[in-house]
C-alpha cells in the first residue's frame, strides 16, 4: 500500500521532527514539546503521506541572501524569534551560520535552520522568498556549507496545482491539461517521501502561483493517477518526440516497457530544428600575444553555444577561464534506432585555458564514437534539441545540424497531447495513447502497490 494510517495532526509535524532532529539542546527538545501541543490543535488538513517536500532551486540558485515575507501566523522552532506578518525580513549566511535581520534592527543568528510551519493551512497563509509565494511549511537550512536552501512542504494537490502551468501552456483545451495533470500526480505520487526540487531533474514547481484552467484540471482530476498492473508507471514526457515516439530502454537502457512503445505520431506537430556552428571558433593565427589585454579582446563566434561547452569542461576536470578556438571535428555514426534516432557521435574540442595571470594552457577533448547522450549536454539541449537527427554537414567552416522534435521522445509528447485534445480527444483517450495499455486509478485505492 501506499499509505499508511491517518494521523490527527498538522500535516506540517513531519518538518518539525527532522528540524528537531538536528538540535541536542535540552532546551530545543522542551520548545519543540511545547511547540507541538499548539499543532496538535489545528485540524487535519489532509493525509500525513500526501505531503511534498520539494528545495526552491529554480528560482533561488546558489545564494548567501535571501528576503523572506509572511502573510498569516506562522510558528518556528526558535522561541527567539517572533516573525510578524508583513514585514521584509533579510536572511544572510556567513561562515556557515544563517541570521535573520529586519529593517531598523541588529541582526539575530539563527540556530541550525530556521522552520517556519502555518498556525492553519489555508490560502491566507503564504511564505514569500524572493518576492514568490509559497503555501505549506517552509524550511532554510545551510546547504553545502555555502549556500541558503529553502524547502517548501505542502500537500501533494497544492503542489500539483504549482506545477502544471509551468510545464505546459495554461491556455491549452482542459482536456490536455488534465494529461500533464495526471503525468505530474503520477511522477509526484511515485516521489512521496523523498525530498525533489523544483527544476526539470523532477518538474518544473512555481509554488502558488496558479492559473484558473489548469488549478481546475487538477481539480477535476484529484487523486487519479496512471497505472500499469496496479503500479504507478513511469510517466515520462516531452515538448515534441517530431512525430515518432521512443522505447526507454532506448534512451536510459534498462528493461524495455511496453507501455513505451516506439509508433508514429501523427498529432506531434514535428517541431523541425537545426543550429550552426563554426568550425573556427577563435583564429590562433590573428591573436595578438603582444597586446596586454589579448586573453580579454578575444571572442567565440557562437557564443551562445561555447557558453554551453566551457561550462561543460569546467565541470568535467577543466576549471578555470576558458576560450574555444576550434570544433576540430563533429560527426554522427551512421547506426539508427528503429525510430531513426540517431546513438552515437564525435567531437573534438581545441581550446586555451587560463590557471593565473599569464599561464595558459592549450588542450584538447576528444570524445570518439560515444554516445550523443554525453555530446547533447555540452552543445546544450535548447540547441541540440533531439536525438532525432535528419543531417549533421561542415561546409564552408560551418557545422549545421538539422532535426525533428524537443526532447527524448519517450511517453507523452506534450505538443501532441495539445492537438489531441484541439481534435476532440479527452484525457483517458491522450493517456491511452501515450501510454498504451495501462489504467488510470485513485492514488488512494487498496489496490494500488508499492513501486519497485
Given at each position: 500500500m501506499l499509505h499508511k494510517n491517518n494521523l490527527l495532526v498538522n500535516?506540517?509535524?513531519?518538518?518539525?521532527?527532522?528540524?528537531?532532529?538536528?538540535?541536542?539542546?535540552?532546551?530545543?527538545?522542551?520548545?519543540?514539546?511545547?511547540?507541538?501541543?499548539?499543532?496538535?490543535?489545528?485540524?487535519?488538513?489532509?493525509?500525513?503521506?500526501?505531503?511534498?517536500?520539494?528545495?526552491?532551486?529554480?528560482?533561488v540558485g546558489q545564494t548567501d541572501k535571501i528576503n523572506l515575507k509572511l502573510e498569516g501566523d506562522y510558528f518556528s522552532l526558535d522561541p527567539t524569534l517572533a516573525l510578524k506578518e508583513g514585514v521584509n525580513y533579510t536572511i544572510t549566511l556567513n561562515k556557515g551560520k544563517l541570521y535573520i535581520k529586519q529593517k531598523g534592527k541588529k541582526k539575530q543568528q539563527i540556530n541550525e535552520s530556521l522552520v517556519l510551519v502555518p498556525q492553519s493551512y489555508d490560502y491566507s497563509h503564504v511564505v514569500y522568498i524572493n518576492e514568490r509565494p509559497?503555501?505549506?511549511?517552509?524550511?532554510?537550512?545551510?546547504?553545502?556549507?555555502?549556500?541558503?536552501?529553502?524547502?517548501?512542504?505542502?500537500?501533494?494537490?497544492?503542489?500539483?496545482k504549482g506545477v502544471v502551468p509551468f510545464e505546459v501552456f495554461s491556455s491549452w483545451g482542459?482536456?490536455?491539461?488534465?494529461?500533464?495533470?495526471?503525468?505530474?500526480?503520477?511522477?509526484?505520487?511515485?516521489?512521496?517521501?523523498?525530498?525533489?526540487?523544483?527544476?526539470?531533474?523532477?518538474?518544473?514547481?512555481?509554488?502558488?502561483?496558479?492559473?484558473?484552467?489548469?488549478?481546475k484540471a487538477v481539480e477535476e482530476t484529484k487523486g487519479e493517477v496512471i497505472t500499469y498492473n496496479?503500479?504507478?508507471?513511469?510517466?515520462?514526457?516531452?515538448?515534441?518526440?517530431?512525430?515518432?515516439?521512443e522505447n526507454n530502454a532506448n534512451v536510459w537502457g534498462g528493461q524495455e516497457l511496453s507501455y513505451f512503445p516506439i509508433k508514429e505520431d501523427p498529432y506531434d506537430p514535428i517541431h523541425p530544428w537545426e543550429y550552426k556552428l563554426h568550425q573556427t571558433q577563435i583564429d590562433y593565427n590573428e591573436i595578438d600575444f603582444e597586446?596586454?589585454?589579448?586573453?580579454?579582446?578575444?571572442?567565440?563566434?557562437?557564443?551562445?553555444?561555447?557558453?554551453?561547452?566551457?561550462?561543460?569542461?569546467?565541470?568535467?576536470?577543466?576549471?578555470?577561464?576558458?576560450?574555444?578556438?576550434?570544433?576540430?571535428?563533429f560527426k554522427l555514426k551512421g547506426e539508427k534506432l528503429d525510430s531513426q534516432r540517431s546513438v552515437t557521435g564525435s567531437i573534438t574540442?581545441?581550446?586555451?585555458?587560463?590557471?593565473?595571470?599569464?599561464?595558459?594552457?592549450?588542450?584538447?577533448?576528444?570524445?570518439?564514437?560515444?554516445?550523443?547522450?554525453?555530446?547533447?549536454?555540452?552543445?546544450g539541449g535548447t540547441v541540440f534539441k533531439s536525438y532525432l537527427i535528419d543531417s549533421l554537414e561542415l561546409k564552408d567552416n560551418v557545422y549545421t545540424m538539422k532535426g525533428r522534435g524537443f526532447g527524448h521522445g519517450v511517453g507523452m509528447s506534450q505538443w501532441g497531447a495539445h492537438f489531441m485534445g484541439e481534435k476532440g480527444k479527452n484525457y483517458r483517450e491522450i493517456i491511452n495513447f501515450y501510454y498504451p495499455g495501462t489504467t488510470i486509478m485513485d492514488e488512494s485505492s487498496k489496490a494500488l502497490k508499492q513501486s519497485n
Open positions: 500535516p506540517f509535524f513531519y518538518m518539525y521532527i527532522q528540524a528537531v532532529a538536528r538540535e541536542n539542546s535540552p532546551m530545543r527538545y522542551f520548545t519543540f514539546l511545547l511547540t507541538i501541543i499548539g499543532i496538535l490543535m489545528v485540524p487535519t488538513i489532509t493525509n500525513a503521506d500526501d505531503m511534498v517536500t520539494v528545495k526552491l532551486v529554480n528560482y509559497y503555501l505549506g511549511a517552509m524550511e532554510l537550512i545551510v546547504e553545502d556549507n555555502s549556500s541558503i536552501r529553502p524547502i517548501n512542504q505542502l500537500p501533494l494537490e497544492d503542489y500539483l482542459l482536456e490536455t491539461l488534465k494529461a500533464q495533470t495526471l503525468a505530474a500526480r503520477t511522477y509526484a505520487v511515485s516521489k512521496l517521501g523523498q525530498v525533489i526540487d523544483d527544476t526539470i531533474s523532477y518538474q518544473v514547481y512555481g509554488g502558488y502561483e496558479w492559473d484558473e484552467n489548469t488549478t496496479n503500479r504507478l508507471v513511469e510517466t515520462f514526457y516531452s515538448a515534441s518526440n517530431g512525430g515518432v515516439t597586446d596586454s589585454n589579448w586573453w580579454g579582446q578575444l571572442e567565440e563566434k557562437d557564443p551562445d553555444i561555447t557558453k554551453s561547452i566551457k561550462a561543460w569542461l569546467n565541470r568535467n576536470g577543466y576549471p578555470g577561464e576558458i576560450k574555444i578556438l576550434e570544433i576540430q571535428d574540442i581545441n581550446f586555451m585555458r587560463m590557471l593565473f595571470e599569464g599561464l595558459v594552457l592549450f588542450e584538447q577533448v576528444e570524445l570518439k564514437e560515444v554516445n550523443l547522450n554525453r555530446i547533447r549536454p555540452m552543445i
